[in-house]
Structure formats: structure tokens, C-alpha cells
């Protein structure tokens, strides 16, 4: 799943490549990925492309006139960028991976693609980003957020760290993936409950974001944006490595698992040396 430092690179690289050029037109292939219909897709041919930008995890790509093409990538929805496309025939409403195309007036552009059967990518073609609810609903940006707005933020809601690092509403941009990364990095329990973080820990925590974000955010710029997909798993120290060895001190990175989703973090870096008890189980423990 896309997460702020991908989303970020491919604002990053849309603002390179795509800024200045003019749309020849935009193609809707999976109708339900588009959750607005007024202004129409229509509305998009003829305007240039101002800008790209991120709002938390959304990929906002800006027209002249003020127009803006909001996407939600969703757990496997991507953007890919082609410097041509096989044919000008118009897409037509399908069941293949491409939901959205915008061909531009050099003749490249790019699609919307989205893999597997659960469709989950959001479209949104707005006159104001903050219309769109998910955006309108995001926490300070986790990039961006000092140590003050950060710990407001995570001490605003009681809960799980894991749970609440992940929280749109709490904090945008952060997802399942590099929550466990900084989690792993600031040596602290995913479990660990917000309203009992020292100010140590809460310091600790602010900085591990910025580093994990940022330094992911590095590796992933300059790919392109065909390739930067692949590029996350390359940098992780614990998420998707249960069973390897921790690169920081070597012990076994470990699971747990929950009904659609699990996290993964090291014994020795975050819990003492405890293994975590399954969630299901220590429910019935505690
Ligand atoms: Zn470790």
C-alpha cells in the first residue's frame, strides 16, 4: 500500500515531468473509481498541468482553473507514467487494471492502475481539494509536523501507538508499513499506550517519523515512477521480514497477525526481549 514517502515521489515526479504540459484528454475505464461527476471528466481536456502535490496519502495533481484530480491509492493502486501509449483509442469501461488515463500533449501521460478484485482506488475531480472527506478529515502531515503538533496529535487520542500512528485523523500519511519501521526505529513497543509515552519517548518518536519518512522519501525520488513501487521493500528493517534477522542487533523479527492485516517488530529493539502475545490471545490474558 502507497504510503506518504510513495506518494510523495510520485508528486515529485509528475511535478518534473507532467507540469506544464496540456491535457489532451482524460479516460475513465473503471467508472467507480470516479466518486464525483461534477465537474466531468470532460472538464480536464484543454488544461495544463499546474502542479502535483500530497495530502497525506492522497495524490493531488493540480489543473489550470483551479481544478485538482485527487487520488486515493488504496492498498494496490498505483500510478504509472508512460512516455507513449500503444494506441489512441479511447479506453473503454472494463475489468482490466487500468481505471484512469490522462494523455497529455507530447503524447505521454500516465494511468491509474489497480491490482487484484477489491477495487478501493478513489477518484475525486474536485474544485477544492478539502471537498474530498477523506482529505478533509487528515491530522498535521507526519513530514511536516514539529514535535509540539506531532504529540498533540498522538496525546489527542488514547490508544496503541500502532493503531494510532496509522490514524488519518490523527496523524496523514503514515500506513501499516512504515509505522512498523519507526516504531522499530524509536525502540518502542507497538502496543505501547500514547498516554503513557514519556516526553522522552514522544521526542524520540517525532524524530524516528521524520528520519524513516524522510529517508524513504530520498530513496524513493529520482526512480521513476514506473519503478518506485518495488523500491519500499528495499529499505525496511522489519515490515514483511518476520522470521530474518533485525539488521540493527540481530534477533529474530517477529508477528503478529490480526484478521486483514498484521505488524511486525523486534523483541530485542522494542519489547524488552518479550515476544508479543498474539492479539486475540492476550485479549483474553489481560
Ligand atoms: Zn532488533
Avoid at 189 to 212: E, N
Wanted: hydrophobic share 40%.
Amino acid at each position: 500500500m502507497p504510503e506518504l514517502p510513495e506518494v510523495e515521489a510520485l508528486a515529485g515526479y509528475l511535478r518534473q515531468r507532467a507540469v506544464g504540459r496540456r491535457v489532451d484528454r482524460l479516460e475513465v475505464a473503471a467508472i467507480s473509481a470516479l466518486k464525483t461527476y461534477d465537474p466531468a471528466p470532460t472538464a480536464v481536456a484543454g488544461r495544463t498541468v499546474t502542479d502535483a502535490r500530497r495530502h497525506g496519502k492522497f495524490l493531488d495533481v493540480v489543473f489550470d482553473g483551479d481544478l485538482h484530480l485527487v487520488v486515493h491509492l488504496a492498498r494496490a493502486g498505483w500510478l504509472h507514467y508512460r512516455e507513449a501509449f500503444a494506441s489512441t483509442v479511447p479506453l473503454r469501461p472494463g475489468k482490466g487494471p487500468i481505471a484512469l488515463r490522462v494523455r497529455l500533449d507530447d503524447g505521454s501521460g500516465f494511468d491509474l492502475t489497480e491490482a487484484g478484485t477489491q477495487k478501493k482506488l478513489a477518484v475525486y475531480l474536485v474544485t477544492d481539494p478539502q471537498t474530498v472527506p477523506g482529505v478533509a478529515k487528515l491530522g498535521p502531515d507526519a513530514l511536516a509536523a514539529d514535535l509540539a503538533a506531532f504529540a498533540g496529535a498522538l496525546r489527542s487520542r488514547r490508544g496503541q501507538v500502532k493503531g494510532v500512528l496509522t490514524d488519518q485523523a490523527v496523524l496523514a500519511g503514515v500506513g501499516n508499513a512504515y509505522s512498523d519501521e519507526i516504531l522499530h526505529a524509536a525502540k518502542l513497543s507497538p502496543f505501547a499506550l500514547t498516554d503513557r509515552l514519556t516526553d522522552d519517548q514522544m521526542a524520540t518518536l517525532h524524530a524516528a517519523t521524520r528520519r524513516v519518512l524522510g529517508d524513504a522519501v530520498t530513496r524513493s525520488l529520482g526512480q521513476r515512477a514506473a519503478e518506485l513501487k518495488g523500491e519500499k521493500r528495499s529499505g525496511l528493517k522489519v515490515h514483511a521480514r518476520t522470521g530474518l534477522p533485525c539488521p540493527v542487533c540481530g534477533d529474530t523479527v517477529r508477528e503478529v497477525s490480526f484478521a486483514d492485516s498484521s505488524l511486525q517488530y523486534c523483541p530485542t529493539c522494542q519489547t524488552g526481549g518479550k515476544p508479543l502475545a498474539d492479539r486475540r490471545l492476550s485479549k483474553l490474558v489481560r
